[in-house]
């Protein structure tokens, strides 16, 4: 046990705050276990809603790149570029910082716009085809980044509420609780030196006193 003890005074002053800390740690343990299932329960949730962004992504892009190999057979790789060049932006974006049990990530605000007609000769409706399903695959990845992002920091969160809680059940806890209970031994030792020296004493003053 000396070696799990926090290296401090055996009095009985240091005891009342000894175990004031200790109460004070416990109450911090509940808290962060609480915190700590909280964050657990709200990665599996976004884990599922992840995937499921995921999966509709990949299958935007599919769709996406399919329309614009169609293009490119129609129309031809050089006018399909020169096309893209003069077309406004298909989506508004915006980020703003958001926070769920005090975890901080961005959240992107994304729609996509009307697609205004390109004055290019040449072009068919697969151009127009590739421009939507471009637009929707980028709208997806811009919200899967966020649902990664989000993803990624609450696991870190929660992994770190997870260090603590073990830190202090498993270290620091039982330190204070070792130290206190080695106070305790080492009081109550004292207090019975003492009522042995008191009895010796006792005894001691009443033989003086038969003698005299």
Known sequence: MAQN????????????NLRKQVAFLEQGHSLLERKRDLLTRLVYER???YRKLRRETHEALRVAYRWLSIAQLRIGGR???????????????????RRALGVQYPAVNVHTLPLKPVGLLGTDASFDATRRTLAEAARLLAKLSE???ALSRLIAEQRKAQKRVNALKYNIIPRYRNTIRF??????EEERNMLFQIKILAARSAREAAAA
């Open 47 to 49: 884990i599922g809603a």
């Open 5 to 16: 003890i926090i290296k401090v005074a055996p009095t009985k002053n240091t005891l009342l």
């Open 147 to 149: 649902s990664q992002a």
């Open 79 to 97: 006018v399909l570029q020169q096309a893209s060049l003069g077309t406004e932006p298909a989506l508004a974006v915006e980020i703003l910082p």
């Open 183 to 188: 106070i305790e031994s080492a009081l109550q």
